[in-house]
């Protein structure tokens, strides 16, 4: 008895170094992925190209933080998995992805369809499915990585903070576009865009304003399409796309600049805790549908000669912003409607949701009935407060409306 | 089976035996230079003790025998040799001397007298005075002790900001009078025995009747009688012997210098083991939470003791398992870690030679080191490990690029948390059971360190203190005590003793006496 206790002992004794270390690695054994690209050349092979960051010269201690600190790997391969072995050929150190917080799609990539290089996201336990996944508008994926960031130290995380600035749940695309994509419905992407960082035509010409010289950054670009084969179809422009995203309510807050009618100037109105309501009916076979949008503002600018300490103006102020909201999100409906067909906006689910036998025969060509879908957008959105001042101070007395 | 009659003893017996070789008869006889040749022999060679023979009027001699130091010299010549040298005292009939004498010394001391040697040389080894008379079959055994004893000071080790000063001392007597300083009541009681064949160090069993469990009070006892030792040197022997199991890392006797203390355990039932020439008092049963309770807890403001429980808490955890954690998250599970914790992490790793666990155990066994050099050593030098220990284990270690700077974080956390456990015997406990956790992350990862921790409460859930579990009031759970585990609940919001511990009445105090719902006291 006692001697098997004591044999029992030393087995469970030299487990302990007899485990081979197993999945053992030391962080300074890692190569730690921030920012991962995927692009397609010419002949069809995946080009992965990894921003890896240099910890040594993010050391916050005497002696580093000089030069970048981050490097770009790049190498191509059969599969998306493929080209990872290969840049693992180039790093001394293990590849190690678990803190892969962005991923940027390439353009031509994206078009010719993101299946086959998302498995291994999700395959891989490494892996958080709390990634931003981005497409590049314009450049390839490796070049955007390549390009420093002044404010952050790995530029793949600025493409993240400003998604997370401009309003969007940050952290959560993979996680947002697998579930529709799963359902078979069509999604939108962020897109992530080089532009000049001191040009002042970034959004309006075709390049980002890349040749008005300067030095170039990261810029949020609106959205891309996705059909339900992962393909790219079209792209929307950072106000349609942050309209798209209020009206399937994945946003968080929105800026709104507005004309008051009959008024000279512009209000300009921060909405917080915007929410989005979807209610389909289906009458004699038509699809009819009303999307309620709502949240609370906060004026933040205000050119017109109203007085805001009058609870009229305020109302009128408010009404100018429904309108505004309700014909900017209809304007993107009807835009995807008729250009594209795809329902980007969740409106099947709600449909599925509350008519689920109907719903059985719809979901095929759901599409289709989406385009010739009636809809309807009503904005309801509450003025909470109009900042320190009533009437604009800079005006004299006599110009301010009562 | 084995016997009861231990080969040790029957040698000390033998031993007794040659030593006393002399001593042929058993009983004193008539004639005192017969009983001195008898104690002279028994006290061969002990140059400590005193005979001294005098003549007193009457004629008849006598003969004063007692220990050097331990004995007041100076009452023993105001009660005895004055009034008898002085020729104050009245003449003696043949015999009466011995009546006369006791009638002197029983104003000043206690006296017994005794018939048989070995009763006076036991007297005079505690410290009495054996007063022999010619003429006379028995001996006077007077009580006149006068050791020198140490003052009652502030004990060293568990110093209070708020709540009483004094600590016990080495002497038996002075630590059981500062106990019944605080209960002034009969149903206080002390028994006395005495252990050890050649120290006889004498034993005090404290506790309150009615309140004391007597099942545990008899296991006490027969535990402590059952003891067959040579000698008590300090009342960790006794705990060695009583406590329930030998090969765990957590104390079942909990151990304490503060009469305050003593007297919180009495009254909720516990039993208190007073040993001679050590100030440091046993408590039983003990469970694992009183390890995490100090006597200031019941002195300060319930909300900030509340809070410093849970302080606690946190921190015993973190005692044991923060290196344990750094280990397995960085070298297992780096996608735990946020990222900039993380690369800051990496950056300090980055040409650090030793893999992370190798780390850890280094600067671990390197704290336990320093900890242990400072302890023991001359205040002098005390001040130059502490500066070598600093500039070793912090700066010195990371310049040189040996160890990373987190580690050196992780690790004096971990020591400061470890010191923050009230009762040092359950902080070493804390301090053992690091390495061995720290090894199974190094080699597991999380789930070595879930084993570990699954390990250790099994093993806590199985122990038990004189049969009292040692979780208990949390397991099993007893919610009516909970009160003084998870909060300090006020005194009036707590009016029973703790379950299991306590026996017969557990109501100790009267119900309904918050002070905030008006009872009359308030002004109108």
Redesign the interface.
């Known amino acids: 008895m006692k001697r098997r206790r004591s044999i029992g002992l030393i087995v469970l004794i030299s487990l302990l170094f007899a485990t081979g270390c197993w999945d053992r690695a030391e962080l300074d054994d890692l190569a730690l992925i921030l920012g991962w690209g995927v692009d397609q050349s010419e002949d069809k092979t995946y080009v992965a190209s990894a921003q890896i960051a240099i910890p040594s010269k993010l050391s916050t201690q005497s002696g580093g933080g000089s030069g970048q600190g981050f490097f770009v790997l790049t190498a191509s391969g059969k599969s998306s998995l493929d080209a990872t072995k290969n840049i693992q050929r180039k790093s001394s150190r293990k590849i190690y992805a678990g803190h892969r917080r962005v991923v940027c799609i390439g353009e031509t990539l994206a078009k010719n369809g993101l299946s086959d290089v998302l498995d291994e996201f999700t395959r891989n336990p490494d892996v958080r499915l709390r990634t931003d996944i981005f497409v590049v508008k314009g450049n390839s994926a490796q070049e955007l990585l390549q390009n420093p960031y002044p404010l952050e130290n790995i530029p793949a995380l600025a493409a993240l903070r400003e998604h997370r600035a401009v309003g969007g749940i940050g952290d959560s695309t993979l996680r947002d576009y697998l579930m529709d994509e799963a359902k078979g419905h069509s999604t939108t992407l962020p897109v992530i865009q080089l532009s000049s960082l001191a040009s002042s035509q970034g959004d309006e010409s075709q390049d980002g304003g890349q040749n008005a010289g300067g030095p170039l950054g990261l810029e949020f670009g609106g959205r891309a399409i996705i059909d339900p084969h992962s393909k790219l179809v079209g792209f929307l422009d950072y106000d349609e796309a942050q309209n798209a995203v209020w009206v399937k309510g994945t946003l968080r807050h929105f800026m709104l600049t507005t004309r008051v009618p009959k008024e000279d100037g512009n209000i300009n109105l921060d909405v917080s805790r915007t929410r989005s309501k979807v209610i389909p009916t289906l009458q004699h076979g038509k699809v009819y549908i009303e999307v309620r949008l709502s949240g609370f503002g906060i004026i933040r600018e205000n050119t017109t000669p109203m007085d805001l300490s009058q609870v009229e103006n305020v109302d009128r102020a408010q009404e100018a912003c429904d309108t505004t909201v309700e014909q900017a999100a209809k304007h993107v409906i009807v835009k995807l409607q008729k250009d594209y067909g795809l329902d980007i906006f969740g409106f099947g689910e709600a449909i599925h949701r509350k008519y689920p036998q109907q719903w059985k025969a719809m979901k095929n060509d759901w599409d289709k009935q989406f385009s010739n879908a009636v809809v309807t957008v009503n904005a309801n959105l509450t003025i909470r407060r109009v900042g320190l001042t009533g009437p604009p101070l800079q005006l004299p007395r006599s110009e301010i409306q009562e | 089976m084995k016997s009861r009659k231990p080969r040790l003893l029957k040698a000390i017996k033998e031993l007794e035996n040659t030593t006393t070789a002399p001593c042929s008869s058993e009983f004193l006889v008539a004639d005192l230079a017969g009983n001195e040749q008898v104690l002279r022999g028994a006290f061969e060679s002990c140059s400590d003790v005193v005979f001294r023979s005098l003549t007193v009027a009457g004629a008849s001699r006598m003969l004063l025998v007692f220990v050097d130091g331990l004995v007041d010299a100076s009452t023993l010549d105001k009660v005895l040799l004055k009034p008898m040298l002085s020729h104050e005292m009245p003449d003696v009939a043949d015999g009466s001397a011995v009546r006369i004498i006791e009638e002197q010394l029983v104003a000043f001391a206690k006296v017994e007298t005794a018939h048989r040697v070995k009763d006076v040389i036991d007297g005079i080894l505690k410290a009495n005075v054996a007063v022999l008379v010619e003429g006379d079959s028995h001996a006077l055994i007077a009580e006149l002790k006068g050791f020198e004893k140490r003052g009652v000071e502030e004990p060293a080790a568990e110093i209070t900001v708020r709540g009483p000063r004094d600590g016990f001392t080495e002497t038996l007597r002075v630590n059981t009078a500062l106990l019944r300083r605080r209960i002034r009541s009969p149903r206080l009681k002390m028994e006395s025995l005495s252990v050890g064949e050649l120290s006889q160090t004498d034993v005090v069993i404290a506790y309150i009747t009615g309140v004391v469990q007597e099942t545990v009070l008899e296991e006490v006892r027969t535990r402590i009688n059952r003891i067959e030792i040579d000698g008590v040197l300090e009342s960790s022997y006794i705990e060695e012997f009583i406590q329930d199991r030998a090969l765990t890392p957590f104390p079942q006797v909990q151990n304490t210098e503060r009469p305050d203390v003593v007297c919180a355990s009495l009254l909720e039932g516990r039993i208190a083991i007073f040993v001679d020439t050590t100030p440091f008092v046993l408590i039983v049963p003990m469970t694992f939470w009183t390890g995490l309770q100090a006597a200031e807890d019941y002195y300060e403001r319930t909300l900030y003791t509340s809070f410093i429980r849970w302080m606690r808490f946190i921190l015993f955890n973190v005692a044991l398992f923060l290196p344990s954690l750094y280990v397995a998250i960085?070298?297992?599970h780096?996608?735990l870690i946020p990222?900039n914790l993380?690369?800051?992490?990496?950056?300090?790793?980055?040409?650090?030679p030793f893999?992370?666990v190798i780390e850890a155990l280094m600067m671990e066994l390197m704290f336990e080191g320093l900890r242990e050099a400072g302890v023991r050593l001359p205040k002098a030098v005390g001040s130059a490990v502490s500066i070598v220990g600093a500039l070793v284990i912090g700066q010195a270690a990371v310049e040189a690029g040996i160890i990373s700077?987190p580690m050196v974080i992780v690790v004096s956390t971990t020591g400061i948390a470890s010191f923050a456990i009230p009762r040092y015997n359950l902080g070493i406990a804390y301090r053992i059971l690091r390495f061995p956790v720290l090894?199974?992350a190094?080699?597991?990862?999380l789930f070595g360190v879930g084993i570990g921790a699954l390990a250790i409460l099994a093993h806590l859930v199985n122990l038990r203190s004189f049969g009292v579990p040692y979780l208990v009031p949390v397991a099993p759970q007893v919610p009516s005590n909970l009160k003084d585990v998870l909060a300090r609940a006020p005194l009036w919001s707590t009016p029973h003793r703790p379950r299991l511990i306590a026996g017969g009445d557990k109501q100790r105090l009267a119900h309904g006496q918050n002070p905030k719902k008006s009872r009359g006291n308030q002004p109108t």
């Open positions: 960085t070298t297992y780096p996608q990222t993380l690369i800051s992490i990496a950056a300090a790793r980055e040409g650090v893999p992370t700077a090894l199974l190094g080699s597991f990862g």
